[in-house]
């Protein structure tokens, strides 16, 4: 069994590097966005938000640390939500790329993908005629031909480079296989408990979307980890609050937000982040779940505390 937990923890993924502004004008691009989305996660139930940043230009997807710098602050100072920087970054770009806004920032959480996978965003071409920026349609046609890399050395460089920041990890698993390195770098003393496991279903070249394959990862997950792991689902596209609400009735965690999803029912783009956190919270309430708060997630992760973050 995973980790006994009373309440349910809600992660809001803001902005990512999966979409693009062509596909919804509700993406936040500018710092003044992503900081207004992510403090508007936090009020609406969010206890941890994901953060990428992005050219506030042309919104693609960047791993400059000033970028980050430019929203952090503000979102600190106005909520004591969890903040989560992402070391996956976009999948054209190298690891010490990817690396630095957690290796300067220090954050209490930062995402850390499981392995080198195809990332195919190419299937998404077919909905648009025309993009509102040059870099988007090749972004999304190289995709083809592009892998994700995450190799067993990337993986201990980031963990190990984060090692004395006292930065905690959630684990993103798109594959069994995913759930099988963890746990090698458990066994190396490198990973340590307890875990944060973000499964992830519905992107091309990761797991599906099946009950089954939702069921298969979180019993390999139970055999490979026992109590030492919380178990959290995030679902691509409109497989966001099924497979959310699935997961949340079996005792996990769950993640929303316009990374992972820019709709908010067939046909209709979300306006917000706080839109999807309210829905899923509104699911959890009907469940007769708790959310956690912030701190309530500090406890159960072993955070470090905000007071120890560089921004």
Not at 33 to 51: F, N, P
Request: hydrophobic share 40%; aromatic share 8%; glycine share 8%.
């Amino acid at each position: 069994m995973a980790a006994p937990q009373d309440k349910v923890i809600v992660t809001c993924a803001i902005t990512g590097a999966i979409h693009t502004p062509t596909m919804s004008p509700h993406l936040p691009i500018t710092a003044d966005e992503i900081a207004r989305e992510a403090i508007a996660a936090a009020q609406a139930g969010a206890s941890i938000v994901h953060l990428h940043a992005r050219n506030p230009e042309n919104g693609q997807p960047s791993q400059d640390p000033a970028l980050f710098r430019a929203f952090l602050p503000a979102i600190a100072e106005r909520s004591d939500v969890v903040i989560n920087l992402t070391t996956g970054g976009a999948p054209n770009m190298l690891v010490e790329e990817r690396l630095q806004p957690a290796l300067q920032l220090k954050p209490e959480v930062a995402s850390l993908n499981m392995g080198s996978m195809n990332f195919g965003l190419y299937p998404m071409l077919g909905r648009y005629k025309e993009f509102l920026h040059d870099w988007e349609r090749p972004y999304l046609e190289g995709s083809e031909d592009r892998v994700f890399r995450n190799t067993f050395k990337e993986i201990r460089y980031i963990l190990e480079s984060c090692e004395d920041n006292g930065t905690r990890f959630e684990i993103e698993c798109y594959d069994t296989s995913h759930l099988y390195t963890a746990a090698h770098f458990v066994d190396r003393g490198i990973l340590k408990p307890p875990f944060f496991l973000q499964t992830v279903f519905g992107l091309l070249g990761g797991i599906g979307t099946h009950p089954d394959d939702v069921m298969h990862m979180r019993r390999t997950a139970e055999r490979l980890f026992g109590k030492d792991y919380y178990w959290s689902v995030l679902g691509a596209g409109r497989s966001q609050i099924p497979i959310s609400s699935m997961a949340a009735a079996m005792g996990g965690n769950v993640r929303v937000g316009l990374e992972d999803s820019l709709w908010d029912g067939p046909g209709k783009l979300a306006t917000s982040n706080a839109q999807q956190v309210r829905r899923i919270v509104a699911v959890l309430e009907s469940l007769n779940l708790e959310v956690a708060t912030p701190d309530e997630a500090r406890a159960m992760l072993r955070l470090k505390g905000r007071e120890s973050v560089a921004f």
